[in-house]
């Protein structure tokens, strides 16, 4: 396998393992088609399919598909004998058996929640298991097995898990709610600030004109100074007169 085509597959299943919980061993359900097509390409899938899934992996059959292969014939003999040799996985129609495509769709169900990977070549089947979120769906192309990219019914529901890891769960909402609650009965007292002594304002002071300063109030003073009223004369002695 390419380290490309890995780095993608690893892509996938880290979807299926973060959004819809799938861990190891992965349950494998193969199908008559799959099976056929994997023994005439002489394809080992205990071999194979750990790499691709990228961890290890049970292969498993139903009784509706192995009774389905054995019906259609012995020249399948070989594809049935390996089908055969598979885990069982038990399926309500061992009275009546279903087709394989109705029977793996009902032991899937609406949501997957035993986390079954399917190996098919079945169009029809795979269409309907790509309407269920969290299927990987595993086919054989030129004598290779690989894994189908997720389906947009996949990657939507993935998107709502992501979405939900982020959201508050209910005891923390609680929590959350009370702690509001609580914070919004208790009265906020006001803070007081200190104030500060303040200088005049720079803006305000007049400026000294120039001049001004120990030499302007040496002037100041003088001009300030009273004058000292000048002595009167005094009056003239008339001569001549006594």
Known sequence: MKP?????????????????GFREPYQ???????????HKCAIDLNA????ILGGEIRLMHTP???????????????????????ERRHCPHAAQPLQASECIAQV??????HRYCVATQDADLKRV????????????????????????????????????KTLPQSHESTTLSTATAASSDTPVQPVHKRKRVKGPNPLSMKK???????AG???????????????????????GFE
């Open 208 to 214: 000294k004109k120039k001049g001004e300063g120990k």
């Open 64 to 86: 509706c598909t192995l009774t389905e292969l054995r019906l259609l014939g012995p020249q399948l003999s070989p594809a049935t004998a390996s089908l055969r040799a598979l």
């Open 48 to 51: 194979l399919l750990p790499p």
């Open 108 to 113: 899937v169900g609406d949501e997957n929640k």
């Open 28 to 38: 494998i359900i193969v199908d008559g088609t799959f099976a056929a097509i994997a």
């Open 129 to 164: 298991l790509r309407n269920i979120p969290g299927v990987p769906l595993l086919y054989i192309t030129n004598s290779a097995v690989m894994l189908e990219g997720p389906s947009s019914t996949s990657f939507e529901a993935a998107k709502k898990v992501e979405l939900a």
């Open 217 to 239: 109030d040496k002037k100041k003073k003088k001009q300030t100074k009273p004058k000292e009223k000048e002595k009167s004369k005094p009056d003239a002695v008339t001569e």
């Open 4 to 20: 490309k085509r890995a780095k993608i597959y690893k892509r996938h299943m880290s979807l299926y393992k973060s959004a819809f």
